[in-house]
């Protein structure tokens, strides 16, 4: 297999995300299971390098295609765009600047082939705002680069797969969003990348809107039978393991054990939630639908320890060795 080349996003600079990057290529595995090349800015990098106690340069690159990544050294893609004295742990609108220009930029290369996948560190909606940009986080701002009209978000830790049929609305506005066609194409949408990770005919279960799914009609106004049962039911009809809807709580306890391969959320918190008792350490946040493939850490800036060394790269890696299993090329493409 070759290895892949992964775009790797700096993620908000003043957040954990110079670190994490550092410390994860100390990590022999890393450069093992693909090409990292970093986007972002190198004396950022270098800063954060000192920080944590790395012991690998980086090199400033104008250009990705002069990449060598037979080299011990960091590959950074150099925006020159972090002024040195940016502190660690505070939203700037520069600062969120600098994340987006990333993402523009790994878009960029990964759309002209030089890349095989993005794998994203976390950055500052405030931030992002602050500078302009007033997307919700990286999936809508992905989706806008790509000129995807629809994406959904999956997150998959190493005992549960969550996929989102809304996120970053409120409860109420989630459950007036919520309808057949939405929810069946998110069901699609997650059934596909399942399959092309090699599950051949993956078993998903479905979350209701309401406890007890309603417990026909006791709870809520007939969300379930209005709004999720028919998409099941479409789906069942081309021949897939589908069920549903089904009460969260037990359906989640059913996932962890490894009754179903992949749980539809409705609406954030109902998938975050799960995920994230199981350890952000382990968590990886996939963006399902767009035209490349995105991976995530399923963390945040963590603006209270960022700038002392302390982050932990471990969901990084795992985010990055999902890029590679679903990269173009690789053994699970």
């Excluded at 878009?107 to 705002?129: N, R």
């Excluded at 007036?176 to 069946?184: D, F, T």
Aim: net charge negative.
């Amino acid at each position: 297999m070759t290895r892949p080349t992964i775009a790797i996003t700096m993620g908000d600079p003043a957040g954990i995300g110079p670190e994490v990057i550092m410390k994860a290529f100390a990590h022999p595995e890393m450069l093992a299971m693909c090409n990292p090349l970093v986007i972002g800015d190198a004396n950022r990098l270098r800063k954060a390098g000192e920080i944590v106690g790395a012991k690998i340069g980086v090199d400033s690159l104008s250009d990705a295609k002069a990449a060598n990544f037979a080299s011990k050294n960091v590959q950074c893609v150099d925006l020159k765009i972090v002024p040195d004295d940016l502190p660690f742990g505070q939203n700037s609108p520069v600062a969120g600047e600098a994340a987006y220009r990333f993402i523009e930029k790994a878009v960029e290369i990964v759309q002209a082939g030089i890349a095989q996948g993005i794998c994203t560190a976390p950055l500052s909606k405030e931030a992002l705002h602050a500078a302009g940009h007033k997307y919700p986080g990286h999936t809508e701002l992905l989706a806008h680069l790509t000129g995807t009209p629809e994406v959904s978000m999956m997150l998959v830790s190493p005992k549960l797969r969550v996929i989102h049929v809304t996120t970053h609305i409120g409860l109420i506005d989630a459950i007036k969003k919520i309808e057949p066609g939405l929810v069946e194409r998110v069901i699609t949408r997650g059934h596909e990348v399942l399959v092309k990770a090699g599950i051949k005919n993956p078993k998903i279960g479905v979350c209701a809107i309401n406890p007890h799914a309603g417990e026909n009609g006791l709870f809520g106004y007939g969300e379930e039978a209005e709004k999720i049962t028919p998409a099941v039911e479409a789906c069942q009809k081309k021949g897939w393991d589908v069920r549903g809807p089904l009460p969260a709580d037990t359906l989640f306890f059913l996932a962890g054990r490894g009754d179903y391969d992949m749980v539809v959320a409705m609406y954030h918190d109902q998938g975050h939630g799960p995920i994230k008792v199981l350890g952000l350490e382990s968590g990886v946040n996939i963006t399902v639908g767009l035209p490349v493939i995105r991976t995530s850490v399923d963390h945040g800036t963590a603006f209270d320890i960022a700038g002392k060394g302390i982050a932990d790269e471990r969901s990084l890696l795992e985010a990055l060795r999902q890029a590679v299993d679903l990269a173009p090329g690789s053994r699970a493409a």
